[in-house]
C-alpha cells in the first residue's frame, strides 16, 4: 500500500522486517521482487508521486568543477527516482569489467560476470526490454542492415537495447500499491541511521515527514537506495557512533565516484558514400512482434582481448550521421579566432586555422551566410558522408574523485554534499590510445578514414566536455573493508544489517549506463535478503 508520512503520528516507532530507503529503480525493484511474501517491508521516497520544487531542493550541493551538472538538476526526487527522467539507454557491463586489471588500480568486482547473468535476465523484464541478448550478430538476424567488417579481436559491435523507457514510479505503482506486505510512506525523508553503541547493528532509523513531524522505524535489515551521491552522504552524515561515519573506517565512504565522460572524440569519413549504417542508428523494431519499439543498436567498442592487450579503460563509440557543414575545420577555427578576438588576446595556432579557413572557405562562406543572412548557399554543406562519436568512456576509480561534506545543512539538519570528480590524464591518453586502435581498424576494413579531434585548445575536455549524469562507485563493494564500504552482498562492512543498492557499490563503471546493472543487483539482494530473512 501507499501512505502518506504526514499522517504519521510524531515520535511514532513503526516496526518491520525490511526498510528501504529510497524509491528510484534500486529501491523499487528490491520492493517488487519481495512484495506478496511474508516480509514485512516499508519503503521510504522522500518526495511524493509528483515533482516538488521545494523537495528537490534537498539534492542541492557545492560542485569543486562548475563544469559538472548539479545533482539538483540531474536527479529527480519523487517516486520512480531518476527513471523520471531516464533516457531508457541500456546494456550490460562487459566481462572484464568484472574483473581486477593490473593496469587499472582499484579494479575487481567481488564476483564475475556470469553472477550477474541470471539476475541481468530479470532486470531486462524490468527495464521492458526483449530479450538478454548482446550479441551484435544475433541481432543481426532481424534486421535488414548488416555489421560493419571489422576484426572482432580489435575492434567489435557493441549493442545497447531501447527502454521504452520505463518510468518505474508509474509502471510499478499499483503493484507496489496493492501488495498487502509492502507500506511505501511518500513525502518520508531518512533522516539518520541509529547504530547500537557497538557500532554493528543498525537499531533504528529516523524518519522526517514533509512539514515536520519525526518518527523511526526499527527493522531487521535495512538498505540504503538512495543513489550514488546521497548514499554516502547518508553514511558520512551520521557519525554520532562511528566518528567518520558509517562504513568509514577506512576514509574510503564518499570515495571513487565515477561518472561517464562523454567525449566528442573522433569524426568517420566514409570511403563509400553507400556505405550501409543503418544497424547503428535508432530505427524502428525489425523484430517480430516488436514493431512499435526501436530496434537495438550497434556501436563500436574495444575486444576484450585489445583491452588486455593494449592495458585500456573501456569505451564506447556510437556512430552518429553529420553533414558536411557540421564537420567542417574551416568552420571550427573560425569559431575559434572569432572567440579569442572578442576576449581581447590572439588565438593559439593562428597559422594552422587561418590554413583551414582557406582550405574549407565554401562552408566558412556558408557559416557566415546561415549565422548573418539566415541564408543556405551550397549543397553540398549537408552532404551526409560523414559520421562522429561522442565517446563515452570508463573513469577510473581515483580516490581523490569524491563526495565530501560541507559546512552547510539543509531544512532537515543533513550537511549537504560536496562534490569533487576530475577526468585523469591517464584517461585521456586512454581515449586518444583506443581511437588510435579503432581508427587503424575502420582503415584496414576500407571503410575510410577516421579524424581524431584531439584536445582542441583545451575546449574538448572543457566546455565541449559532458558527463552521462551517471553517479558511480562512492560505496564500492570489495570483499576486504581497507578497499571496499560494503561486501560482495553489498553489505556495509562491520555493520550485521545494514546493505546499500545502487550504482553507488560499482567498483568501476565500464562504458555503459548503469540502470540494467543496479536492477539486477537489486534482484540478487532481494534473493539474499529473503533469504537471509525467512532463514533467521
Request: aromatic content about 8%; charged content about 25%; some cysteine.
Amino acid at each position: 500500500m501507499i501512505r502518506n508520512a504526514r499522517e504519521i503520528e510524531e515520535n511514532s516507532l513503526l516496526e518491520c522486517d525490511l526498510c528501504i530507503a529510497g524509491a528510484g529503480a534500486a529501491g523499487i525493484t528490491l520492493a517488487r521482487e519481495l512484495s506478496g511474501g511474508r516480509l514485512r517491508v516499508i519503503m521510504l521516497e522522500s518526495g511524493g508521486l509528483d515533482f516538488d520544487a521545494e523537495i528537490q531542493e534537498l539534492y542541492q550541493a557545492t560542485l569543486t568543477d562548475k563544469l559538472y551538472n548539479d545533482p539538483e538538476y540531474s536527479r529527480l526526487r519523487f517516486f520512480g527516482g531518476s527513471t523520471n527522467h531516464w533516457a531508457g539507454n541500456c546494456s550490460p557491463l562487459d566481462p572484464i569489467d568484472f574483473e581486477r586489471r593490473p593496469w587499472l588500480p582499484h579494479s575487481g568486482w567481488p564476483f564475475g560476470r556470469e553472477t550477474l547473468d541470471p539476475y541481468y535476465v530479470k532486470a531486462q523484464q524490468y527495464c521492458q526490454l526483449d530479450v538478454f541478448n548482446y550479441d551484435a550478430e544475433y541481432w543481426r538476424k532481424f534486421s535488414a542492415h548488416p555489421l560493419l567488417p571489422l576484426d572482432p579481436e580489435k575492434v567489435v559491435t557493441g549493442v545497447a537495447q531501447h527502454s521504452p523507457p520505463t518510468r518505474f514510479g508509474e509502471v510499478y505503482t499499483n503493484d507496489i500499491g496493492d501488495s498487502q506486505n509492502v507500506t511505501v510512506y511518500l513525502n518520508a525523508d531518512l533522516t539518520g541511521v541509529n547504530l547500537h553503541q557497538d557500532g554493528g547493528h543498525v537499531e533504528t532509523v529516523q524518519v522526517a515527514a514533509t512539514g515536520g513531524r519525526r518518527f523511526q522505524i526499527r527493522a531487521r535489515f535495512f538498505v540504503l537506495a538512495l543513489g550514488g551521491i546521497e548514499n554516502a552522504r547518508m553514511l558520512l552524515n551520521c557519525d554520532e557512533v562511528q566518528k567518520n561515519g558509517i562504513g568509514n573506517q577506512y576514509d574510503l565512504a564518499g570515495r571513487y565516484f565515477m561518472d561517464h565522460a562523454i567525449v566528442s572524440a573522433a569524426t568517420f569519413f566514409l570511403a563509400n558514400p553507400q556505405q550501409d549504417i543503418g544497424f547503428y542508428g535508432k530505427r524502428p523494431s525489425d523484430h517480430p512482434g516488436k514493431e512499435n519499439r526501436y530496434a537495438p543498436y550497434g556501436f563500436l567498442k574495444l575486444s576484450d582481448a585489445a583491452i588486455s592487450a593494449h592495458q585500456l579503460n573501456n569505451v564506447r563509440a556510437p556512430l552518429l550521421p553529420i553533414s558536411r557543414f557540421r564537420i567542417s575545420e574551416g568552420v571550427e577555427s573560425l569559431h575559434q579566432i572569432s572567440s579569442a578576438l572578442s576576449s581581447g588576446r590572439m588565438p593559439e595556432n593562428l597559422g594552422r586555422h587561418i590554413v583551414n579557413v582557406v582550405r574549407d572557405w565554401d562552408m566558412v562562406i556558408e557559416g557566415v551566410a546561415r549565422k548573418s543572412f539566415n541564408t543556405r548557399l551550397f549543397d553540398s554543406a549537408n552532404d551526409m558522408n560523414f559520421l562522429y562519436s561522442d565517446v563515452m568512456i570508463e573513469m577510473r576509480p581515483e580516490p581523490s574523485n569524491r563526495i565530501t561534506l560541507s559546512a552547510e545543512r539543509d531544512r532537515l539538519g543533513l550537511r549537504k554534499a560536496v562534490v569533487s570528480i576530475r577526468l585523469a590524464e591517464d584517461d585521456k591518453e586512454n581515449l586518444w590510445r583506443a581511437m588510435q586502435l579503432i581508427a587503424s581498424e575502420f582503415a584496414r576494413a576500407e571503410l575510410g578514414r577516421m579524424r581524431i579531434e584531439g584536445d582542441r585548445e583545451g575546449r574538448t575536455f572543457g566546455e565541449l566536455l559532458s558527463f552521462g549524469d551517471h553517479h558511480i562507485g562512492t560505496t564500492r563493494a570489495h570483499q576486504n573493508q581497507r578497499h571496499g564500504v560494503v561486501d560482495g552482498d553489498l553489505k556495509v562492512h562491520g555493520v550485521d544489517n545494514l546493505y546499500v543498492a545502487g550504482s553507488s557499490v560499482f567498483p568501476t563503471g565500464g562504458h555503459v549506463p548503469p540502470t540494467l546493472t543496479l536492477v539486477a543487483l537489486a534482484v540478487r539482494m532481494a534473493e539474499h535478503l529473503n533469504r537471509k530473512l525467512e532463514g533467521a
